[in-house]
């Protein structure tokens, strides 16, 4: 079975703090890919990062890092510094052959960035 | 940059009406999405075309229906509407390949009464 767990429902950090936001998956499939979107108040899902399976470096872009780990089976996305317009819900999707490429999404974390 | 567009971000409709969802992307992507999205539920999938006139029914398909005419257009169809379906609806688009990233549109949020 294919599944993604955000076991974060909601988090709550003051400005300048770093949060991490949890995603663990699970698949059999050896080939799959990871994303993270980000869906801001306004409602679209925003595009942030996409990993491939065979690819377990580290990514830094900004103030955001992702951390993947196969042997967890984890993909876990860090704000560093966090800012107000950094709020938002933010999601974890699996993407695998087997399902055809479709994407399979986790709950979602509800991130509030207060001043 | 990818434009996925919705026709409306707000609806209102009643009860047995015949709802049209209407989504265009700009970037000549071949593969096109119709997700909706409830409280605790996450987002899930209606159905999905890989081209036009295909249609391939997703993890939600019942009581609703798709029309891929045009390779930019995809519409979601709601045939007697139901108050269960009030819901976020969501469109996105992705170019040829299973494992290419999927582009959102803004949502369209749906209120049936």
């Known amino acids: 079975a294919q599944k993604v767990t955000q076991a974060q429902t909601e988090i709550s950090v003051v400005e300048k703090e770093d949060v991490t936001l949890d995603c663990v998956y699970e698949?059999?499939?050896?080939?799959?890919?990871l994303f993270w979107y980000k869906q801001p108040p306004s409602g679209e899902l925003v595009f942030l990062i996409r990993?491939?399976?065979?690819?377990?470096q580290n990514e830094i872009s900004g103030r955001y890092s992702w951390n993947f780990q196969k042997s967890t089976s984890s993909f876990n996305f860090t704000i560093t510094a966090s800012q107000v317009v950094d709020s938002a819900v933010y999601f974890c999707?699996?993407?695998?052959?087997?399902?055809?490429?479709?994407?399979?999404f986790g709950q979602g974390t509800e991130l509030s960035v207060k001043p | 940059d990818v434009k996925v567009t919705q026709s409306s971000r707000y609806l209102v409709k009643r009860t047995g009406e015949k709802v049209f969802l209407e989504c265009v992307q700009d970037?000549?992507?071949?593969?096109m999405f119709w997700y909706r999205q409830d409280p605790g539920l996450g987002l899930r999938l209606i159905y999905f075309?890989?081209?036009?006139?295909?249609?391939e029914k997703g993890d939600i398909p019942e009581g609703y229906s798709v029309s891929r005419e045009k390779k930019e257009r995809f519409s979601l169809i709601l045939e007697s509407a139901s108050t269960n379906q009030t819901s976020m609806y969501l469109c996105?688009?992705?170019?040829?390949?299973?494992?290419?990233?999927?582009?959102f549109g803004p949502g369209t949020r749906l209120l049936v009464l």
């Open positions: 970037m000549d992507h071949e593969n």
């Open positions: 698949t059999r499939d050896t080939t799959y890919y």
């Open positions: 996105a688009s992705s170019s040829t390949g299973i494992w290419e990233t999927q582009y």
């Open positions: 075309s890989y081209d036009v006139k295909m249609k």
């Open positions: 999707a699996l993407s695998t052959l087997n399902q055809g490429g479709k994407l399979i």
């Open positions: 990993r491939n399976s065979f690819d377990e």
